[in-house]
């Protein structure tokens, strides 16, 4: 019996390797090499560049010292640096929470919005509004919502008698990751529902419709045959917000600056702070790619969870 | 159809408009986005210099003028040997720049000029033995006050003799559980505000040859403890000033009568005219505690070291920052740096909480010209307060804490 995808005479992925093909398909190579140049200049070179910055000692403010080569130095200093480990674990706290409340707030709200429902179209456009909003706009608005003295936060909280007086959401140690994450997953979410109500749109009605006939309860046909389904959709917008999160710059440094007391200073607000407060362009770029290292780590285990989902379906 | 002789005297024309345009000079200039706009003040006075010399055209290019917006695109183009040809520059921006040799030593174009500045604008220049830039506006932190609550707790309105212990004791008074005595840029821990604090102690920041911290001194504890001891002072300063880092989050508060007192430059009376506070204020110099003591603020221009047209953009600093200076900053509610200020700007010589400001100047001091003293404030002091604020940390052991942080960051 022929596997999916075996039906034709070479498997999707897999690489043609007969004789005369690569001649045959040439105009193909040629059309795409202007993307791929552009590819390489953009991305390429920069990693590059920046892994070789790594390996030389940099301090913008001291260009008599020149740039001597430094080898694994930089990562050192970076590596032993307290500040680095709070990072790791700042940054860990900050992409995990974003990702599992993006991922289950979206998920919770596609399900209701696959639902039929009188005015679902508007209910649909509105939820996209944090999305479409552009970033600075929302932060700023945040920040001003959670000011201690005006912000509708405190006045809200105060008058539900849950709190006597306005906090300094943003300006205390143990409140100001919390603050800027509601920000962000406000944010995010619709990213994440658009994606997971694409999916759902996708299964086949009469596959859910015949599991209700079967006896099959909500939980039954969402585990059975719904997350099958939207799995491979999931594996993407997991993915894609992991990443998204990770390398988000914007929402922590316009509300935080990564304080107070560093208490939300992750992984690229110190590899910004290494190159533009301390001029260290060394320690920055090895700051910097082993961020990337991190990030390749996630990124390949959601690609094997991508393709595994794949196979399974 | 249009006759030959026609054609040809169009195409002499478009040719000559061409011939033209090559001949002129382009200068790009990167200006603060606040001072930008078609109808704005400096846009007018680079249309007067190209009237005065058509072989230079002024290219001004609005850049935002945050630190990630405006001063780091700037070093990273000038790194690679690009960027704008001249541009406004915070003057904490200065020594930064000259130490990494993106800007040019202006020492000769300002041979003889020198004493045209105000020193203290002109100190944040000197790098070295050079001077990478010419003096633009500038400002100094005065106190403004609610002058109708000062009234009506019968205090008596602070002037140029007031003390440290005449504020201690307007700021306790004023604080009345419905306003707060005093405000201030908290998410910076209130460094910024506590120079003046620092210097009017007899404190000295940097050893003479800028390689070693002085501010762990008698002077230094005596100041931080008076000041953080008003700040960390919940009746006080409210809770929400831990977060604030912006002005306009000050004048909000000043205005709707939150606090009664803060500290800010001439900057901060159009906003707080512009929110129309329901009471009469002022602004009265910092108080003194034996000796005078305010904050340099403002902006210079540097000359970037990649220009190509380096005889062109050196004439237009030289008209910008000349006696065209004073209306221009008169357009943008500002002091020019320039001397002679004071006598020759309509808002200094119409406004008296303006005629305090630039009194100020007087005895207000540049932070050290060092390069890295940013890092020095942010690493090390800003921590440093901030943990006494927020986690009731000793001054003594947070200072001493500070002055080794920055030893480590100036070594």
């Not at chain 1, 913008?60 to 010292?65: E, G, N, V």
């Not at chain 1, 390749?296 to 959601?302: A, G």
């Not at chain 2, 010209?369 to 006494?388: E, G, I, K, N, S």
């Amino acid at each position: 019996m022929l596997k999916r995808g075996q039906e034709g005479s070479v498997a999707p992925g897999a690489t043609d390797r007969r004789p005369g093909r690569l001649h045959r398909s040439w105009p193909g190579y040629v059309l795409v090499v202007p993307a791929m140049l552009a590819l390489v200049g953009v991305i390429g070179y920069p990693l590059v560049r920046a892994f070789v910055m790594s390996l030389h000692k940099i301090i913008l403010i001291r260009p008599q010292l020149g740039q001597p080569f430094v080898g694994l130095e930089n990562y050192a200093t970076v590596l032993k640096s307290p500040y680095f480990a709070n990072a790791i674990w700042q940054t860990f706290v900050w992409t995990s929470v974003n990702l599992v409340g993006q991922l289950v707030l979206g998920l919770l709200i596609a399900l209701l919005l696959n639902s039929a429902f009188p005015g679902r179209g508007i209910a649909r456009s509105v939820m996209l509004i944090p999305w479409v909003i552009p970033s600075v706009v929302a932060v700023l608005t945040w920040k001003w919502m959670y000011d201690g003295q005006f912000g509708i936060v405190n006045s809200f909280l105060v008058r539900l008698g849950l709190i006597e007086k306005g906090v300094a959401w943003l300006g205390n140690t143990g409140t100001a990751m919390g603050a800027v994450l509601i920000e962000s997953i406000w944010k995010g979410t619709p990213f994440v529902l658009i994606m997971l109500l694409a999916g759902l749109q996708a299964i086949p009605a009469e596959l859910t419709d015949s599991a209700s006939v079967d006896g099959a309860n909500v939980w039954q046909r969402f585990r059975y045959v719904t997350f099958p389904f939207l799995k491979p959709t999931i594996v993407i917008a997991a993915t894609l917000t992991t990443i998204y999160s990770y390398n988000n710059f914007n929402a922590i440094w316009l509300m935080t600056e990564g304080g107070p007391l560093r208490a939300t200073e992750t992984l690229t607000i110190l590899t910004y702070k290494l190159a533009f407060r301390n001029f260290d362009m060394g320690s920055a770029t090895a700051a910097g790619v082993l961020t990337f290292l991190v990030l390749l780590v996630f990124v390949v285990i959601f690609g094997r969870q991508y393709v595994k989902s794949q196979m399974e379906f | 159809m249009m006759k030959k002789p026609t054609k040809l005297l169009l195409v002499a024309a478009a040719l000559l408009t061409l011939a033209v345009a090559n001949a002129q000079t382009r200068v790009n200039v990167w200006i603060y986005e606040s001072f930008s706009g078609n109808d704005s003040p400096i846009s007018k006075a680079a249309a007067e210099f190209m009237a005065q010399n058509p072989d230079i055209e002024i290219n001004l290019i609005p850049t935002a003028s945050t630190s990630s917006a405006y001063r780091d695109p700037f070093m990273v183009a000038a790194q690679g040997g690009g960027g704008p040809d001249v541009l406004m520059a915070d003057i904490a921006w200065s020594p930064e720049f000259a130490a990494m040799g993106i800007v040019k030593d202006l020492s000769g174009h300002m041979a003889g000029k020198e004493d045209e500045f105000f020193p203290g604008p002109l100190d944040t220049l000197r790098y070295e033995g050079g001077i990478f830039g010419v003096p633009f506006y500038t400002n100094a932190l005065g106190m403004f006050y609610n002058k109708t609550a000062f009234q009506e707790a019968g205090l008596p309105l602070p002037d140029a003799d007031w003390t440290w212990d005449d504020f201690r004791t307007a700021v306790d008074t004023l604080s009345d559980g419905e306003m707060y005595g005093f405000g201030l840029e908290g998410a910076w821990g209130g460094t910024f505000e506590w120079y003046p604090w620092f210097w009017q102690a007899g404190g000295q920041l940097l050893s003479d040859d800028g390689t070693t911290p002085t501010f762990n001194s008698e002077a230094g504890l005596e100041a931080t403890r008076f000041f953080l001891d008003i700040v960390t002072n919940p009746r006080y300063v409210p809770e929400a000033a831990k977060t604030w880092k912006g002005w306009a989050e000050l004048a909000a508060a000043f205005s709707n009568k939150v606090i009664a007192m803060y500290e800010v430059g001439d900057w901060g009376i159009a906003m707080v005219d512009g929110m129309n506070p329901p009471f009469e204020w002022g602004v009265a110099p910092l108080p003194a505690n034996g000796q005078r003591a305010s904050l340099v603020g403002g902006a210079n221009w540097v000359m970037n070291a990649n220009t190509k047209v380096e005889d062109a953009a050196w004439r237009w600093l030289e008209y910008v920052t000349g006696p065209a200076v004073f209306p221009l900053m008169d357009g943008y509610n500002r002091v020019a740096a320039r001397r002679g200020a004071a006598e020759a700007q309509e808002i200094v010589k119409n406004d008296p909480r303006m005629q305090v400001l630039t009194a100020s100047l007087e005895f207000a001091k540049a932070r050290p010209t060092v390069p890295l003293w940013t890092t020095v404030d942010y690493d090390c002091l800003q921590p440093a307060f901030v943990r006494v604020i927020l986690e009731g940390a000793d001054v003594t052991s947070e200072m001493a804490n500070a002055e080794m942080c920055a030893l480590d960051v100036l070594r």
